[in-house]
């Protein structure tokens, strides 16, 4: 029954998926990722171990940010590994940002 029941309304969790649209859209490509990139997972992270810490119900916001950590780790795993291309940054950058929107949307919309 749980998992069909939506969250409510959370302010740190409003604020900090808005952080992460932030984040992805100051991104440049053309500058170090790592350090941008690391501020990005350590806020998805820091979302993940929030929405946990309050309990079953936050079931549905933690499937939602689940996509995006899997293309921000790709992102981080790169970058750590050597330098990653402009052009695979831009890339990364537009499916993060389609995410980060999309995760907004979801959180904020909630009552």
Request: hydrophobic residues 40%.
């Amino acid at each position: 029954m749980q998992s069909w029941v939506p969250s409510f309304w959370d302010d740190n969790q409003s604020a900090k998926i808005v952080d992460v649209r932030l984040r992805v859209d100051r991104l440049d490509c053309t500058l170090n990722q790592l350090p941008q990139i690391t501020v990005i997972r350590d806020d998805l992270r820091w979302f993940e171990l929030y929405s946990t810490s309050k309990g079953q119900l936050q079931k549905d916001v933690i499937r939602l940010i689940t996509p995006m950590q899997a293309t921000v780790e790709d992102m981080y795993t790169r970058n750590t590994a050597g330098s990653v291309s402009k052009t695979y940054c831009e890339l990364k950058k537009q499916i993060m940002t389609q995410q980060a929107e999309r995760i907004a949307s979801a959180v904020l919309g909630r009552w």
